[in-house]
């Protein structure tokens, strides 16, 4: 079920429109605030970069000697500043509570569409020392539920490598459901072909998780259903078996 943030309250079913219009000062979760991409982080943003350099180069394409620099940073930050502000996407940067200087990651709200779709991508990326300890997870849920309940968005689709295995964990912690895989595509990086995993989430099922959280979505129950009727006539034929040998 999906890792609801704490105070987020039920997400309503949304509007066709957005409801407000640039990025919220900052998210909290209990662990985490997420703040606004902004010049004023470009240190922060440049040292992790710098500390991640080597761990991210497998699944990411291939950066130029200038993107680890002050000034693309600068440059970086500024535009995706003017995006939020335009609507298009949200980007904001990972700190812990005790640590608010330091940036562990970031998370972005990509290729916002508007109109009958109410769509975007879901991107993230994770400091190499701060895995495996929820972050990101924590993370994802509460910007899918800014998505759902403040940007008015209905669906939110996170394209991830298979081989990525913690970050298609992440995903499914969060409460998204695996649809399949995406188109081929080149990583200059790395040189080889693959395909991308493709995940997502409505903002309809978003909202009946939080209003009955008791309730499993229609694919656990059917895979549900599927084990419990096979173990019960697993069950039948021993039984029957039994009671034929003893015959």
Request: charged share 25%.
């Given at each position: 079920?999906?890792?609801f943030?704490?105070?987020s309250?039920?997400?309503?079913?949304?509007?066709?429109?957005p409801?407000?219009?640039?990025?919220?000062?900052m998210?909290?979760?209990?662990?985490?605030?997420?703040?606004?991409?902004?010049?004023?982080?470009?240190?922060?943003?440049?040292?992790?970069?710098?500390?991640?350099r080597?761990?991210?180069?497998?699944?990411?394409?291939?950066?130029?000697?200038?993107?680890?620099?002050?000034?693309?940073?600068?440059?970086?930050?500024?535009?995706?500043?003017?995006?939020?502000?335009?609507?298009?996407?949200?980007c904001?940067?990972?700190?812990?509570?005790?640590?608010?200087?330091?940036?562990?990651?970031s998370?972005?709200?990509?290729?916002?569409?508007?109109?009958?779709?109410?769509?975007?991508?879901?991107?993230?990326?994770?400091?190499?020392?701060?895995?495996?300890?929820?972050?990101?997870?924590?993370?994802?849920?509460?910007?899918?539920?800014?998505?759902?309940?403040?940007?008015?968005?209905?669906?939110?689709?996170?394209?991830?490598?298979?081989?990525?295995?913690?970050?298609?964990?992440?995903?499914?912690?969060?409460?998204?459901?695996?649809e399949?895989?995406?188109?081929?595509?080149?990583?200059?990086?790395?040189?080889?072909?693959?395909?991308?995993?493709?995940?997502?989430?409505?903002?309809?099922?978003?909202?009946?998780?939080?209003?009955?959280?008791?309730?499993?979505?229609?694919?656990?129950?059917?895979?549900?259903?599927?084990?419990?009727?096979?173990?019960?006539i697993?069950?039948?034929?021993?039984?029957?078996?039994?009671?034929?040998?003893?015959?």
């Amino acid at each position: 079920m999906p890792a609801f943030p704490e105070g987020s309250g039920t997400p309503a079913l949304l509007s066709a429109e957005p409801k407000v219009k640039g990025a919220r000062e900052m998210i909290e979760t209990k662990r985490l605030l997420l703040k606004p991409a902004s010049p004023l982080l470009v240190q922060e943003v440049l040292d992790y970069y710098l500390r991640n350099r080597d761990f991210l180069r497998p699944f990411e394409p291939e950066r130029a000697p200038e993107f680890y620099t002050p000034e693309h940073q600068t440059d970086s930050l500024r535009q995706q500043g003017e995006a939020a502000q335009k609507g298009e996407s949200f980007c904001y940067y990972l700190s812990l509570r005790e640590q608010p200087e330091q940036v562990l990651g970031s998370i972005a709200l990509n290729n916002i569409v508007r109109g009958c779709f109410q769509s975007c991508f879901l991107g993230y990326r994770l400091d190499e020392k701060n895995q495996r300890k929820g972050y990101m997870t924590e993370a994802v849920a509460a910007v899918t539920d800014y998505a759902f309940r403040e940007l008015g968005l209905h669906r939110i689709e996170g394209n991830v490598m298979p081989r990525n295995q913690a970050s298609l964990r992440v995903l499914e912690k969060a409460g998204y459901r695996e649809e399949g895989l995406a188109s081929l595509m080149k990583l200059p990086s790395c040189g080889e072909l693959i395909f991308y995993s493709q995940s997502g989430f409505r903002s309809d099922l978003w909202s009946a998780a939080a209003r009955y959280p008791s309730v499993k979505p229609v694919c656990d129950l059917f895979m549900t259903g599927v084990l419990s009727g096979t173990l019960i006539i697993l069950f039948i034929f021993v039984a029957f078996s039994a009671l034929h040998g003893c015959l």
